[in-house]
């Protein structure tokens, strides 16, 4: 019986989650959000944020430094969460991670190369 001439039904797993489920986890990431934009070295207090009632330094420190760094946040982990998701949908397993097929092996190779190669020319 040949493998590539059989359809394949994968199901749709969105059907799991459920609305307070996901408000919660909405909720969460608009909490840790307000939080990382507003903790650091140079304090910015929720309701100017909000408000747009900002020091010239404080504006520059959330447009400059913590806006761009929450956004590639957001952005790493939903690349995680979907690489993540179609690897556990190719192997139809739900234990799957990186280890299975090397990728974690050849990531870590692929560093030492980097700190071999590159280390010598930063002067350290």
């Keep these: 019986m040949n493998l590539l001439l059989k359809p394949v039904s ?3 797993p969105f059907w799991r989650i459920k609305a ?3 408000l919660l986890l909405l909720l969460i990431l608009v909490a840790a959000l ?3 934009g507003t903790t650091g070295a140079v304090p910015i207090p929720l309701g100017d ?3 747009g009632g900002l020091s010239a ?3 520059g420190v ?3 430094i913590r806006l761009p760094r ?3 946040a957001i952005l790493v982990g939903g690349g995680l969460a979907v690489s993540g998701a179609a690897m556990q949908g190719l192997f139809r397993n739900p234990l799957a991670d990186p280890g299975l097929i090397g990728i974690a092996m050849s990531a870590a190779l692929a560093v030492a190369i980097v700190i071999v190669l590159l280390g010598s020319m ?3």
Excluded: D, K, V
């Design 34 to 36: 307000l939080i990382a």
């Design 49 to 51: 944020l909000l408000t």
């Design 20 to 22: 307070p489920a996901a």
């Design 57 to 59: 330094q404080q504006e």
């Design 122 to 124: 930063s002067g350290a």
């Design 70 to 72: 929450i956004c590639l």
């Design 62 to 64: 959330f447009f400059a």
């Design 10 to 12: 994968i199901p749709f």
